[in-house]
């Protein structure tokens, strides 16, 4: 319907109105379109409510996947009929360059959107067959002047468009590369030849990290060079998205001030974690490694990873079976060091281009920007990697009544390449049509029935209860307990991937195992302060620990059951002593961190990496990842004020002495994420509890309220955090400015690791 007319220059054009398998851009369907589409297969007429069924319908919009719907020959446009105009009414609109009549077909009014095609001109088919590119106008640049760019390696000189200004995105079709370059350099990295100086103790076969073209690489050295001898190694400078020879910065995720840092591998460009400013960094790898050479338990240096295995031999796929028992995903504990990452990832069939769609030059270069940058960045990523309405899309129907039964049921029926479809929701026998709220509300009951601990897959952190952590007793109450746990992987990647938020916090290792970051000694302190203690105090016990008579066991209670675990093989006949403790405290940080969930955190990683790319999250540290899915916290300054505890001579003036004057004046000078970040900083999490601040807890589930205690700037020119506590050190500073200096530095530094030492 809604043949368009011409006259003049104008180019004849179809419309129809927008309905959703049939619009030319993935934007939101109206509310017309949103009664209207079918579900595939189903039998069921989606207008008549009351027989609809539970579950998850699928549709392509009446066309095969992968084609649009029209001729090869046309160009699918949406636009929106402008204010004034009615039904049967004609309409000019430009496109390309030309003006083109449309007709407003009779059932569509001013306001709305509907999709024309539009027959390709020679001019267009020339433009179709060249990349385009999106530049931005420079700053200073007005309509009709040139400014410079540089695509693939060569500089273009564009001229500004009419009615365009600084800060606005153009699309640019660069000419055809000269007949002696290469054609294929505009997805293919060129390679260039680095010759560097072995250092000082660096030994045949041994790894070390350096910076070459602006990027932080790890190179092998080789069996037959040693120390001060040059050598030479290849690394690509360009990608799909970086632009030719473009100098990047190479991603630095410098890890809580211990020099824990990310770097790319040369020999099989994968990001690998490394440990610099100590012989970390120059130790065998794990394939050529002699026993002797791994490095021994430290608390400060001894790190290990998950690591996820399809079938026993590589990352897991972008599409493993829905059901947990029917495919073989292994998670094992590797050392940090040995546990790759995988950084490019793939240009989805919809989107136009050819070549990877980002590699690590472009998360190096996204993970140097601010909070608020990678943010808009990973948006941007999630769009092009989301199915278009118009080749598939998929509908939610759930009972209120039976919310967690029949959303199990919807959404675990779906492939994994179809958790990237637009989802539509809908609470059957209820007339709300979701616009976007009906999602937010399935998101939030969802999550919270999933993390209730009555629900019996998630308990109260023994440290903040108002962080969640696995139950490892889960299976006990819930038979289908690993089923749930992947399902809560696909809700918080869905969650994470379309931008929703979930409606509780994790405890801090769980981020980081879905970043594929480190985990260190200190993590267990958040699991479980006394164990932490415990462990901590063995460490440092100057006697014969043979005297305390343990064993490689510790103890679980069960349901009222005390059961007892053993971290090595008959660990029970295994006495701890000086000569073995090293290895009792490793085995001790594998068993809290990992392997006692093991099972259920395969689960959680798998369906969440169903969803999200692994590579897509390098960007974030583990501090931003909990504000990009539980949200900035609303944060009453009055109220945080009013339930804060002071200690040491804050105690007798509290908000009165000068120090912690600047304090409040520079948190009230602070946005939303740097009064978010200060809060983890201090009590582990952002989350503030619905009571307000007055009921924060601490370790012991007692009421622990927000606490400032002074000490002096000799023993630390930095504050200090408890977690446990809820307590911040702050020195003595002597002026507002320091205090900023130094307080702002270490909220931030957490994740981005500056070493202060």
Known sequence: MGQSSSSGSGRRASASSNYPGQRAAPSQPTRQSERR??????????????TRQPGAYSTSGGRTPGQNGRSP????????????????QTFQVEINGNRVNVRCPDSMRAGQNLRISLPNSPQNEERRERQAYMVTIP???????????????????????????????????PPDPAPNQSTSSTSSPQIQTFEVQVPAGVM????????????????????????????????PVGGSNSGGTTQIQGVKLSYDKDGWTRCIDPTDQKFHWILSQTDETTRRKSTEAKEDDIPKFEPLKFAVMRKLNFNGNGPVPSSVPNNPMRHSVTMSL???????????????????????????????????????????????ACLKMRTPWEDEHSFIFVRRSHLMEDSVKAVMMLDAKQLRNMFRFEFIGEPGIDAGGVAREWFQLVSEQLFHPDFGLWQYSAVNQMCMQINANSGLA??????????????????????????????????????????MFEDIEMIDDEVYRSLLQMFEYNGDIEDLCLDFTVTEDCMGETKVIELIENGAEVDITNDNLKLFLEESLKYRVCTRVQEQLRELLIGFYEVVPEALMLVFDFQELELVMCGMPHIEMDDWKTHTDYMGQYESQQENHQVTKWFWEVVEEYDE?????????????????AQGFAYLQGNDG?????????????????????????????????SKQQLKDKLTLAVQMECTGFDID
């Open 37 to 50: 589409p079918p579900p595939r297969g189903t039998g069921v007429n989606p207008g008549t409510r009351a």
């Open 702 to 734: 007692n009421i622990r309220k927000f606490c400032i205690n002074s000490i002096s700037v000799s023993s630390s020119l930095f504050p200090r955090a408890h977690t446990c506590f809820n307590r911040i050190d702050l020195p003595l500073y002597t």
């Open 334 to 380: 590797a050392l940090a060091t040995e546990v790759p990452s995988e950084c490019v990832i793939q240009r989805p069939p919809h989107v136009e281009g050819s070549g990877p769609l980002y590699t690590h030059s472009d998360l190096a270069q996204v993970h140097s920007g601010d909070f608020k940058s990678k943010l808009s960045w990973f948006r941007e």
């Open 673 to 689: 994420e740097l009064r978010a970040r200060l809060l983890q900083f201090v009590t582990g999490t952002s989350g503030v509890p």
């Open 478 to 519: 819930n038979a289908d307990h690993l089923l749930y746990f992947r399902f809560t992987g696909r809700v918080l990647g869905k969650a994470l991937f379309d931008g929703q938020l979930i409606a509780a916090h994790m405890i801090r290792h769980l981020y980081k195992h879905l970043l594929g970051w480190p985990l």
């Open 204 to 235: 045949p076969g041994q790894p070390f990290a350096l910076i070459a073209n602006g990027q932080r690489v790890l190179v092998t050295c080789p069996s037959t060079a040693g120390p001060g001898q040059r050598i030479r190694f290849q690394l």
């Open 139 to 173: 700053t200073g640049v007005r309509s009709g002047e040139q400014f410079r760019v540089m695509v693939n390696g060569q500089e273009l000189m564009v001229t500004c468009p009419p009615n365009a200004r600084p800060g606005t995105n153009v699309r640019i079709f």
């Open 73 to 88: 020959n046309s160009q699918l446009y949406q636009v929106r009929i402008p204010a004034g105009v009615r039904g049967g």
